[in-house]
């Protein structure tokens, strides 16, 4: 069963909230043809949301087909830049009429806070505003040469694109993803997280609303095991765009390098937050506060490893953990929560895992460090803001990372010992320094290896700030106008313009 999407039949659905989503390839909703669909669940209550047809490897070869085709004999490439960015305003300007609805379906089969949804669905409307700029004056070079020969560069689409979306940010990532790539000329198959693959679907629907033609966007949510692993190894796709796990990503960068794909990763974190004597208590609290606990610390550059000098360590952890006691969990539609739900029950008892095993080791839960039953959600998935402190390098809850509401605090005592510290791990993707000292704080910042260094703020990145890292947090940059480059080709064009024919041998 398929049905033509265009801006008639979205106006005809009316309401983004259904009971069944399917998925999308050249611009028609199709079932799987398996006929296979997964359930996808609201985890603040434990409810089933909706069903959503779920792809195979058949399902994936056609959307690549149609991506294929869309690429190699459809119009989208050859718009005028001019048009490619009034479609992606478009775009922008439906997502902006939608946005309570957005947000909602993003609240819904995500779990998160309304105001996390809220920041997120804002920021991804602001992608596609970003890069209908940016692609407008992203253009070649025109190089110097010898007498007699022109020499220029011209920037084409890489062409049919994979782009692999994980569960903590269903909607912003997509955006990050897609607008670049479309923006680009490119063509896109976009797999969802299995758990949270609406809002991609809704965007797949409101592109092809707003003037994307058919087959340039196609989403197939499915295992990542079957489909992703499809699309990472398939020779008709030319790039590779991944958020999610290091070991994932390990194994798509060994699958991808048979065929030679471009790739781009954007790994795992354990990012250090680091506040110096000097620095202004209440604003590092706060700012702190809300790096690691923002989005139910559910983020790749959540600032989960705090260093704190010991001149101030007991100042700043008094606040700290009493402001931390006072943060709110529970319905995530209520304006005064702050932390939503964790994505699953399985994540759950990782996270609770990684708690326990620090206080066997000797380290001391300061708070929380349990499961949440609140009111009215007692069936969803719930953990409590988590601060632990004594801990020692070698914990496994200090070296690896747990994806959820947990920080862990240590002590320091001067510059060069905090920045050895905050670089013994194999992530370099977050990282954050609170001081009043500007020098230090630009000596320390060109010291962490790390991607994303943010000083004296709480937020990792804005629509035009390069978001990647660096170490096993992956490689390549996303959210920036450099994005452009990953999915385009510079093509070298050599001219000879002299009077006199060219005849290098000479005979």
Not at 141 to 158: A, I, S
Not at 323 to 329: E, V
Not at 386 to 394: E, H, L, Q, S
Request: proline share 5%; charged share 20%; with cysteine.
């Amino acid at each position: 069963m398929t049905q033509t999407i265009n801006k008639e039949t979205i106006t005809e659905v009316g309401e983004m909230k259904r009971d069944h989503y399917a998925m999308i390839i050249n611009g028609e909703r199709v079932e799987s043809s398996s006929g296979d669909t997964l359930q996808t669940f609201n985890p603040a209550k434990g409810e089933m949301l909706a069903s959503v047809a779920k792809a195979n490897e058949e399902d994936a070869e056609k959307a690549v087909q149609a991506a294929r085709n869309a690429f190699d004999h459809g119009k989208w490439r050859k718009y005028p830049v001019g048009k490619r960015s009034r479609v992606l305003n478009k775009i922008a300007q439906i997502m902006r009429d939608r946005f309570k609805e957005i947000v909602e379906m993003e609240v819904l089969n995500s779990g998160k806070s309304v105001g996390a949804a809220q920041t997120q669905v804002g920021q991804a409307i602001e992608d596609f505003e970003f890069y209908a700029g940016a692609i407008v004056g992203h253009r070649g070079t025109v190089n110097n040469m010898p007498y007699g020969f022109f020499n220029y560069t011209h920037k084409e689409p890489v062409g049919v694109c994979a782009q692999i979306i994980p569960w903590n940010y269903p909607m912003m990532m997509a955006a990050w993803k897609i607008a670049p790539a479309i923006a680009a000329g490119c063509s896109v198959v976009v797999k969802p997280a299995s758990l949270t693959p609406v809002t991609a679907i809704l965007l797949n629907e409101i592109c092809h609303e707003a003037g994307v033609p058919a087959g340039v966007v196609n989403t197939i949510p499915g295992s990542g095991r079957v489909v992703g692993d499809y699309l990472v190894k398939h020779e008709d796709i030319n790039k590779v765009a991944f958020t999610g796990s290091t070991p994932v990503g390990k194994d798509i960068m060994g699958k991808a390098s048979e065929t030679l794909k471009r790739i781009t990763l954007e790994l795992g974190g354990k990012s250090p937050n680091i506040v110096f004597d000097d620095a202004d208590i209440d604003a590092a609290v706060a700012g702190s506060l809300f790096g690691i606990y923002f989005n139910t610390g559910q983020s790749c550059e959540a600032r989960s490893r705090m260093f704190v000098h010991e001149s101030i360590y007991d100042e700043f952890m008094e606040q700290f953990i009493a402001k931390t006691q006072k943060l709110k969990s529970g319905d995530p539609f209520d304006k005064g929560t702050h932390l939503g739900s964790i994505i699953s029950q399985e994540q759950v008892e990782v996270i609770d895992g990684y708690v326990q095993s620090a206080k066997a080791d000797g380290a001391t839960i300061a708070t929380g460090g349990k499961v949440l039953q609140p009111e009215g959600f007692e069936n969803g998935h719930w953990y409590a803001p988590t601060v632990i402190t004594d801990v020692t390098p070698d914990m496994k809850a200090v070296k690896e990372e747990i994806f959820g509401p947990v920080v862990v605090v240590e002590k320091f005592t001067d510059e060069k010992d905090v920045v050895k510290r905050a670089n013994d791990t194999k992530y370099g993707l977050g990282s954050a320094i609170w001081t009043t000292n500007q020098a230090k704080a630009t000596r320390v910042a060109h010291q962490i290896q790390a991607g994303i260094v943010m000083v004296n703020s709480p937020f990792s990145a804005f629509p035009g700030t390069p978001f990647g890292g660096y170490k096993e947090s992956g490689f390549g940059r996303e959210l920036a106008v450099e994005s452009l480059d990953l999915y385009m080709e510079d093509k070298s064009v050599l001219s000879y313009y002299g009077a006199k024919p060219l005849n290098p041998f000479g005979v």
